[in-house]
């Protein structure tokens, strides 16, 4: 059977995924502030696909289903922080419309495609981005405005104008086909917010890009079998309690807020202090401090060194608890 074709742009192969798609909304954690992306619907009793950034950090995570209208609490199966993917299961949901996927291998330069997602967090009807792919096998540095950053290889470069609540959306082909996964996108004048993050490096004026769909899907098999590795981490997060930034000399995570009651609030670590090792593992960065806790679970047990604004270093064992995922 032939796929139906649509011109660029065509409202139509926008509309053949909408019914498939979800709308994610987040609270976070440490800021108690919301955040929203997109989502793509793999199963209809509610395994959603999403990128990582978008549910990283959150403490609640509620769904809306474009099919539906329905609303869900969702909870996070796994996630691999650095190819972006993350995997939701909606909590109670039956009989949801998937998106029809397609194969992200035949995507070409020069092929129409059409971004579509939670543009602004706004909700509602999925807004649409039209465009060209004008690279495949992209890799960027991305970054949101709280400095975190990863690279991202492989990625589907495009010229739609991917927007902010994109992010875990869509990439459509000219057949109504999901081929990638919106991740990022780099403009000169735009500001990054926390679910649009810039990438750098590149001269256009306009730029998106998405993961490729099977790569993502890959990811979401690996979390689905449970199969957790170097990378993919599977089921809640354990939280320590700390927001932590790079300390500039490679000397440790610098704790810039403590969440009240958690375990590094009852071990005595306060805001200015540096975490430099956790069970004995040299920490040198926030990102080191980030992938040593990815390794573990709530109810683990995990020794903590730090050096206080007084340069004394202090140790400690603490036991982590259910935190913000991603």
Same mark, same amino acid.
């Given at each position: @059977?032939?796929?139906?074709?649509?011109?660029?742009?065509?409202?139509? #192969?926008?509309?053949?995924?909408?019914?498939?798609?979800?709308?994610?909304?987040?609270?976070?954690?440490?800021?108690?502030?919301?955040?929203?992306?997109?989502?793509?619907?793999?199963?209809?009793?509610?395994?959603?696909?999403?990128?990582?950034?978008?549910?990283?950090?959150?403490?609640?995570?509620?769904?809306?289903?474009?099919?539906?209208?329905?609303?869900?609490?969702?909870?996070?199966?796994?996630?691999?922080?650095?190819?972006?993917?993350?995997?939701?299961?909606?909590?109670?949901?039956?009989?949801?419309?998937?998106?029809?996927?397609?194969? *992200?291998?035949?995507?070409?330069?020069?092929?129409?495609?059409?971004?579509?997602?939670?543009?602004?967090?706004?909700?509602?009807?999925? *807004?649409?981005?039209?465009?060209?792919?004008?690279?495949?096998?992209?890799?960027?540095?991305?970054?949101?405005?709280?400095?975190?950053?990863?690279?991202?290889?492989?990625?589907?470069?495009?010229?739609?104008?991917?927007?902010?609540? %994109?992010?875990?959306?869509?990439?459509?082909? *000219?057949?109504?086909?999901?081929?990638? @996964?919106?991740?990022?996108?780099?403009?000169?004048?735009?500001?990054?917010?926390?679910?649009?993050?810039?990438?750098?490096?590149?001269?256009?004026?306009?730029?998106?890009?998405?993961?490729?769909?099977?790569?993502?899907?890959?990811?979401?098999?690996?979390?689905?079998?449970?199969?957790?590795?170097?990378?993919?981490?599977?089921?809640?997060?354990? @939280?320590?309690?700390?927001?932590?930034?790079?300390?500039?000399?490679?000397?440790?995570?610098?704790?810039?807020?403590?969440?009240?009651?958690?375990?590094?609030?009852?071990?005595?670590?306060?805001?200015? %202090?540096?975490?430099?090792?956790?069970?004995?593992?040299?920490?040198?960065? #926030? #990102?080191?401090?980030?992938?040593?806790? %990815?390794?573990?679970?709530?109810?683990?047990?995990?020794?903590?060194?730090?050096?206080?604004?007084?340069?004394?270093?202090?140790?400690?064992?603490?036991?982590?608890?259910?935190?913000?995922?991603?």
């Amino acid at each position: @059977m032939t796929a139906t074709r649509y011109q660029s742009g065509d409202p139509a #192969a926008a509309a053949a995924v909408q019914p498939g798609l979800v709308d994610v909304d987040t609270v976070i954690g440490y800021q108690g502030a919301q955040a929203a992306g997109t989502g793509i619907v793999l199963t209809a009793d509610g395994e959603v696909l999403t990128n990582n950034h978008v549910v990283a950090g959150a403490t609640r995570i509620q769904v809306t289903d474009i099919g539906n209208g329905r609303t869900y609490a969702a909870t996070v199966v796994g996630y691999d922080r650095s190819r972006d993917v993350a995997v939701l299961q909606l909590q109670g949901a039956t009989g949801l419309t998937t998106a029809p996927l397609g194969d *992200s291998a035949t995507v070409a330069v020069g092929d129409p495609v059409v971004g579509v997602g939670n543009a602004g967090g706004v909700g509602g009807t999925p *807004s649409t981005a039209a465009g060209t792919v004008t690279a495949l096998d992209r890799p960027i540095t991305a970054s949101d405005e709280s400095g975190s950053a990863e690279q991202l290889t492989g990625l589907i470069q495009v010229d739609a104008d991917i927007q902010a609540g %994109d992010s875990g959306g869509p990439l459509v082909n *000219s057949a109504g086909q999901v081929v990638g @996964m919106d991740t990022a996108a780099s403009t000169p004048s735009r500001t990054a917010t926390r679910h649009h993050r810039s990438a750098t490096g590149q001269t256009a004026a306009v730029q998106g890009f998405a993961i490729p769909i099977d790569d993502a899907l890959s990811v979401a098999r690996q979390i689905e079998s449970g199969a957790a590795s170097s990378t993919v981490h599977i089921g809640e997060s354990a @939280m320590l309690g700390v927001s932590v930034t790079d300390s500039g000399a490679g000397q440790g995570a610098v704790v810039g807020q403590v969440l009240a009651g958690s375990p590094a609030a009852q071990a005595g670590v306060v805001a200015g %202090d540096a975490i430099v090792a956790v069970n004995g593992q040299s920490v040198d960065s #926030a #990102a080191a401090l980030t992938t040593l806790l %990815d390794g573990t679970h709530p109810g683990d047990s995990v020794s903590v060194t730090w050096v206080d604004q007084s340069q004394q270093q202090q140790d400690a064992t603490v036991t982590l608890v259910t935190g913000p995922t991603g």
